[in-house]
């Protein structure tokens, strides 16, 4: 194979929502370029892009897939994206090693939320787009609809090169009003028939034409006063201001295509060899240090894996693209990452489970490897005396949770050894092993990522595991101030244990002063604050203590024992075992024994007055609460307005975003639960969402009550 040199290779990532046929288009584009000599098809389950059990299982696009194609002597490398929102991270991942995205329309069904969430990522990364119209053959299909629609949502930036003469079953013809001509095809699709346009085509074709050659013009000083001049481009030079619109995001081009039937994708695919920006053309990424790190093949070498996985029958294989530099077969790096040595023994171009070996791959292009010691998805290997490192890729927030653990208590460690692996496969599955709720959470974006995790590990890895509802991390705090006193006195023989200590607690916020005296029934008590403490909490909030012993009461060596005592109960919440927050503890008096008093009973003591005061302040369980965002068609919103309500969410707004409706919320964490698989059935799929934490609230009387009431079921058991 050809060592192609950094101005020869191009980088694109093949997007669009579920069903709208990418993987269909993958094999004809593959099939157009004579990479296989026959196309598969996702009934048949013998695509090049899906090729996992999984995939094969269920029938759709579970990870992205890379595959190249060599064209007019330019090397195109594709990364074929999961179209379901619950694998966006697949997307994500493949926009930013890549320079140019191909969004896939389904004819049949317009722009779907899917579709504008990948938009917004390109937008958000400043990456070129190119729709590609597919099914066009259709039933449903309507193309100037959907064009429309198209002009709705992003703009007058959208611009036709080609239009279908009809859509439907009979869809078999189209006018490119680039080259303005005519192409036809029978049947079996491949190669069309060119032709002059039809006499009744001309006038729209024309007019289309000129809106083309404007938007080609408008990036080119040059080129505009040429069109002004003459009122015409030459191809060659509408290419170039088309190329310079794609980088500038100032033009979107659209193209027609029966994927499944092969029409349309063999001028498409002249499209992306002859127009869209190679990897110079693209603005350079940054590293860590927020240098530009540009596609130079003499510069130091430098390596991004951002692609790892286990396949079948070969094991782990590291996806990778260089940054900068040659890599040749045989190169010692430094995995900056993990502060490890790595050999890259042999270096593959793929397509999709296809290895081609080869020697060498230049800055700006795309392969693999396998069997690296210590190497994870993320990770940067530079040669010696370069320190380059990079973190551009910034993945959602988990949008569904599970509780997960084995069938069989003793997988538990080979069960977390699976979920890390799996992490590093796909960043937007995390793992997290939560010390305050004693459970193994798992989150990803949907229940369908969730099962499909759980399909591979009971599957390939033969292990059983259960999914249960997860434990809300619910905080406690005080509303009002308390006091109280605890005596710890034990004797049995010997030196004994003895503490006493008197305490006040208070809600606390931030800034809020001490105040001079406190007044409980008819006593009141003053305070000489000697020393404060201020305890930031791993959990959120904060535990202030203020000392104000006076007269030798307590040991100033035992204010310690007193304070591990207070986050002993601060751990553990007496209301319902929930981490507390938010609270000032002023101590004021105790006693002490000579012989007796140590650090034990200090903190018993400190632990226990803390538990009768905090019950007697009028103790309040909070729970988090989260900022969801709903994008829903407007035939659904009112079903959607109606669900979230009855999930106690409090609605912040609506807003008309692009064709859909925007519906801002504010929603306990408690109601979200399965959330993605309620919105999904409600809108038929065509809905997402996004959630953010916003933070803790009160519980309403009633939730607190049935959550204490299960606490003291529980505790009783135990």
């Not at 999961?82 to 995205?101: K, R």
């Not at 937007?428 to 459970?439: A, F």
């Not at 006193?485 to 003895?498: C, E, L, V």
């Not at 012989?595 to 988090?624: W, Y």
Request: aromatic share 8%.
């Amino acid at each position: 194979m050809k060592v192609y040199q950094t101005p020869e290779i191009k980088n694109i990532a093949l997007l669009g929502s579920k069903g709208s046929g990418k993987t269909t288009l993958a094999e004809s584009l593959l099939f157009e370029c004579g990479v296989i000599k026959r196309r598969g098809s996702v009934d048949a389950k013998n695509t090049v892009s899906d090729y996992f059990p999984v995939e094969k299982e269920y029938g759709y696009s579970v990870f992205s897939t890379i595959f190249y194609a060599e064209y007019n002597g330019k090397k195109l490398n594709f990364i074929d994206c999961p179209g379901a929102d619950d694998f966006v991270g697949s997307a994500i991942t493949a926009l930013n090693v890549t320079d140019t995205g191909v969004i896939v329309i389904d004819a049949q069904y317009g722009v779907e939320v899917g579709t504008q969430n990948i938009f917004r990522t390109t937008a958000a990364l400043r990456k070129p787009v190119i729709f590609a119209m597919n099914q066009l053959d259709g039933e449903k299909a309507d193309y100037d609809n959907v064009i429309e629609q198209m002009r709705e949502i992003f703009g007058p930036k959208v611009v036709q090169i080609q239009y279908p003469l009809q859509c439907g079953p009979g869809f078999n013809s189209m006018i490119d009003v680039l080259l303005m001509k005519k192409y036809e095809w029978g049947p079996d699709g491949g190669v069309p028939t060119i032709s002059e346009i039809p006499a009744e085509e001309m006038a729209r074709a024309e007019e289309l034409h000129k809106t083309l050659v404007e938007a080609a013009a408008e990036n080119d000083e040059g080129l505009m006063e040429k069109f002004f001049d003459q009122g015409k481009l030459t191809e060659d030079e509408m290419r170039e201001g088309i190329r310079k619109g794609l980088v500038d995001r100032s033009i979107f081009p659209v193209f027609c295509v029966s994927a499944l039937k092969d029409m349309g994708v063999r001028r498409m695919m002249e499209f992306l060899g002859n127009v869209v920006p190679f990897v110079d053309d693209m603005p350079a990424p940054e590293n860590t240090e927020g240098e530009a790190v540009k596609p130079d093949s003499n510069g130091p070498l430098s390596l991004y894996v951002f692609k790892t996985s286990v396949e079948p029958h070969i094991g782990e294989v590291s996806y990778f693209k260089v940054m900068s530099g040659t890599l040749n077969a045989g190169a010692d790096l430094n995995n900056l990452s993990r502060g490890s040595k790595e050999r890259i023994a042999q270096i593959f171009c793929v397509c999709g489970q296809i290895r081609t070996q080869v020697d060498k791959l230049c800055a700006g292009d795309i392969g693999a490897t396998v069997k690296l010691k210590d190497v994870r998805t993320g990770n940067t290997l530079d040669e010696k005396g370069c320190d380059w490192q990079y973190d551009f890729i910034k993945y959602p927030e988990p949008k569904y949770t599970r509780a997960v653990r084995p069938v069989t208590e003793s997988d538990s460690e080979k069960l977390m050894e699976i979920l890390t692996r799996m992490h590093e496969e796909d960043p937007t599955w995390v793992v997290e092993q939560s010390k305050e709720l004693k459970q193994t959470i798992l989150g990803g974006q949907g229940e369908f990522h969730l099962r499909t995790l759980k399909w591979r590990v009971e599957n390939n890895d033969k292990l059983p595991i259960i999914f249960e509802e997860p434990k809300i991390p619910y905080r406690e705090t005080i509303t009002k101030a308390a006091r109280a006193d605890y005596r710890h006195k034990k004797q049995s023989g010997g030196a004994g244990q003895f503490g006493e200590v008197h305490l006040i607690v208070e809600p606390y916020t931030d800034g809020m002063p001490v105040p001079e005296t406190y007044k409980f029934g008819s006593q009141e008590f003053k305070m000489n604050v000697r020393d404060t403490q201020e305890i930031p909490l791993p959990w959120g909030g904060k535990l202030v203590v203020c000392n104000s012993i006076v007269g030798g009461a307590i040991d100033a060596r035992f204010i310690p024992a007193i304070v591990k005592g207070l986050m002993d109960r601060m751990e553990q919440g007496p209301l319902t075992g929930s981490y507390a927050r938010d609270v000032r503890v002023i101590i004021y008096d105790g006693k002490m024994h000579p012989v007796d008093s140590n650090e034990i009973s200090f903190r018993l003591a400190g632990r226990n007055a803390f538990s009768e005061a905090f019950r007697n302040a009028n103790p309040k369980v909070l729970e988090p609460v989260y900022d969801v965002d709903v994008m829903v068609p407007a035939d659904v919103m009112g079903d959607v307005m109606s669900d979230l309500q009855g999930r106690r969410a409090i609605i912040m707004g609506m807003t008309s975003e692009n064709g859909f409706e925007k519906i801002s919320a504010r929603v306990p964490l408690k109601e979200m639960s399965s959330y993605s698989t309620a919105l999904s059935s409600i809108t038929g799929g065509r809905s997402s969402f996004t959630m953010r934490f916003n933070g803790y609230e009160l519980v309403p009387a009633d939730v607190q009550e049935k959550l204490l009431k299960a606490y003291a079921e529980s505790s009783a058991e135990d």
